[in-house]
């Protein structure tokens, strides 16, 4: 069945386009695209016209974004299971601020999510399962581009988490909690990384994989299985 989405698009002084959604069912299928610089997908906290919000609630979603251009931004909640997600950003200064069912009103199990970045000085915040057991969650990083600063939190319950990084100066903070089996790859090509990566699942059967080639920079690595002090 094809749903029709509330789309509101408006030009404004300081920002191209902005649009808002506010979808609730489920099999939706939604694809957004933007071209150009200084707009909005929002969002939580979108300002532009005060636009709110990216809201989608459901199950089986499949979301197809894409950015083409800097100073764009993609804010908002996503809430619900079986979720598939491709999210294309192509230019630099690029905000990505996103939650996953961050209240546990559906969960967060069995997504896929796949974010491609070509660009640099973008900014990502992803948190996955917020106050939920994000099971079975395939979420894929691919960035080209330098200083771009890259945070996510995942609440895990077998969650896969694979991060392909070629650029300088950039940044991945990754703090893995939940309930076991968080598996976390970082395949990095670059100079002056920052990398700051915790696992701390409930069951301690937690797994790393790190290849990098670079020079400079620091790393640090935290797998906590219950211990009271740890950090770098």
Same mark, same amino acid.
């Given at each position: 069945?094809?749903?029709?989405?509330?789309?509101?698009?408006?030009?404004?002084?300081?920002?191209?386009?902005?649009?808002?959604? #506010?979808?609730? =069912?489920? *099999?939706?299928?939604? @694809?957004?695209? +933007?071209? $150009? !610089? %200084? /707009?909005?997908?929002? &969002?939580?906290?979108?300002?532009?016209?005060?636009?709110?919000?990216? #809201?989608?609630? =459901?199950? *089986?979603?499949?979301? @197809?974004?894409? +950015?083409? $251009? !800097? %100073? /764009?931004?993609?804010? &908002?909640?996503?809430?619900?299971?079986?979720?598939?997600?491709?999210?294309?950003?192509? =230019?630099?200064?690029?905000?990505? @601020?996103?939650?996953?069912?961050?209240?546990?009103?559906?969960?967060?199990?069995?997504?896929?999510?796949?974010?491609?970045?070509?660009?640099?000085?973008?900014?990502?915040?992803?948190?996955?399962?917020?106050?939920?057991?994000?099971?079975?969650?395939?979420?894929?990083?691919?960035?080209?581009?330098?200083?771009?600063?890259?945070?996510?939190?995942?609440?895990?319950?077998?969650?896969?988490?694979?991060?392909?990084?070629?650029?300088?100066?950039?940044?991945?903070?990754?703090?893995?909690?939940?309930?076991?089996?968080?598996?976390?790859?970082?395949?990095?090509?670059?100079?002056?990384?920052?990398?700051?990566?915790?696992?701390?699942?409930?069951?301690?059967?937690?797994?790393?994989?790190?290849?990098?080639?670079?020079?400079?920079?620091?790393?640090?690595?935290?797998?906590?299985?219950?211990?009271?002090?740890?950090?770098?």
């Amino acid at each position: 069945m094809r749903k029709l989405l509330p789309l509101l698009l408006v030009g404004i002084l300081y920002a191209d386009n902005e649009i808002y959604i #506010d979808q609730s =069912g489920n *099999n939706a299928n939604i @694809d957004l695209e +933007q071209l $150009g !610089s %200084s /707009n909005i997908i929002g &969002g939580t906290d979108a300002v532009a016209g005060t636009m709110t919000p990216l #809201d989608l609630d =459901g199950l *089986n979603l499949t979301l @197809d974004i894409n +950015q083409i $251009g !800097s %100073s /764009n931004q993609f804010l &908002g909640d996503i809430l619900g299971d079986n979720i598939t997600g491709f999210f294309e950003f192509d =230019g630099d200064s690029n905000i990505f @601020d996103i939650q996953v069912d961050p209240t546990d009103t559906y969960g967060a199990d069995s997504g896929d999510y796949n974010v491609d970045v070509t660009g640099s000085s973008n900014e990502f915040t992803l948190n996955v399962g917020t106050n939920a057991l994000a099971s079975t969650l395939d979420l894929d990083w691919v960035i080209n581009g330098d200083s771009n600063t890259l945070d996510f939190d995942i609440d895990y319950d077998l969650g896969t988490s694979y991060v392909d990084i070629d650029g300088d100066s950039n940044s991945v903070t990754f703090d893995g909690s939940g309930y076991q089996s968080g598996y976390f790859y970082l395949d990095q090509t670059g100079n002056g990384r920052t990398y700051n990566i915790t696992q701390s699942s409930t069951l301690a059967s937690d797994w790393l994989k790190i290849i990098s080639n670079g020079d400079n920079g620091t790393v640090c690595i935290v797998q906590n299985d219950g211990g009271t002090s740890t950090g770098c």
